[in-house]
């Protein structure tokens, strides 16, 4: 009997899932709809969950039919061309969804956010949109520091493109501070601090002229987004200019940044030692 009873219990949760899915689905068309950026493919997806009578409002337009709606959306692409929209989790009643979302752009600096009712009519279509602006909306903390996570790693992942591949100088020199700091190992023939980009410029051609350098395996990237910091571990080969050999070294490098620049970098050779006699050494 008890099994019996449970059997009954998982054929109504599934049933209700079931329902709720079914439900679900004019708003999550609704969403692609949102999402889709060419105008013929999007209006067959809006025919698909709207009718002629079905109705959108927000604080910028009240509108009725599939080609007015249509209409809102290519309106609202070419004032927000890279825009990206993201909604939270659905709370459905009756036939009522509601649930938040936001816009951010391509920097994922956000536009704008609310909160979505719908009015379903029960045969998989929308009648009726009411859009909410909240005006003073703000990203979370934990969204801000992801966001920040993501530049930093862009700004370290193009300095070392142009650092190591593809020499591009006046690239680099855009991203870092002014009075940004490179510390050195002081046992290294081009030890020392040097403060701003032209002394940076002159520590890379004086360390050119004791090495050869190859990447030879990629960065791995980690961040602490909270203290601005990146940190990259990768592996160098290098032929040494004086005696002919090669070594292979495991390289750290700390990035300190602020405001999109890096403000400071200090690299730690896996075994600074070896690879100062290394540089040093002769035929």
């Known amino acids: 009997m008890r099994k019996i009873y449970f059997i009954c219990i998982l054929f109504i949760c599934n049933g209700l899932l079931a329902q709720k899915k079914e439900k679900l689905y004019p708003v999550t068309i609704y969403e692609k709809v949102w999402q889709e950026r060419n105008n013929d493919t999007r209006l067959k997806l809006i025919k698909t969950i709207w009718l002629e009578d079905s109705t959108f409002e927000d604080p910028s337009a009240s509108i009725k039919g599939i080609a007015a709606f249509n209409n809102v959306i290519n309106e609202f692409y070419k004032k927000n061309p890279d825009a990206v929209l993201t909604s939270g989790a659905k709370t459905v009643k009756d036939n009522y969804v509601t649930w938040d979302w936001k816009i951010q752009d391509s920097k994922n600096k956000l536009i ?50 142009c650092l190591f591949k593809t020499r591009d100088f006046n690239t680099i020199a855009a991203l870092i501070d002014d009075d940004a700091i490179y510390n050195q ?91 100062a006699e290394f540089l040093k050494s002769r035929k």
């Open 112 to 161: 704008m956010a609310g909160r979505e009712f719908a009015r379903l009519n029960g045969k998989g279509q929308v009648s009726k949109i009411i859009s909410f602006w909240d005006k003073d909306a703000v990203l979370s903390e934990a969204d801000i520091l992801k966001n920040l996570e993501a530049d930093n790693f862009k700004v370290v992942a193009q300095y070392f493109e």
């Open 185 to 275: 190992a002081e046992g290294l023939p081009y030890g020392g601090t040097y403060k701003g980009f032209n002394e940076w410029t002159k520590m890379f051609a004086k360390s050119a002229e004791f090495f050869d350098l190859q990447i030879e395996k990629e960065p791995v990237y980690f961040s602490d987004a909270s203290k601005k910091e990146v940190i990259i571990y990768f592996t160098i080969n290098c032929k040494s200019k004086k005696s002919g050999k090669t070594l292979s070294m495991p390289i750290s490098e700390h990035f300190d940044l602020k405001n999109g620049k890096i403000t400071a970098i200090r690299p730690f050779y896996f075994d600074t030692k070896q690879f």
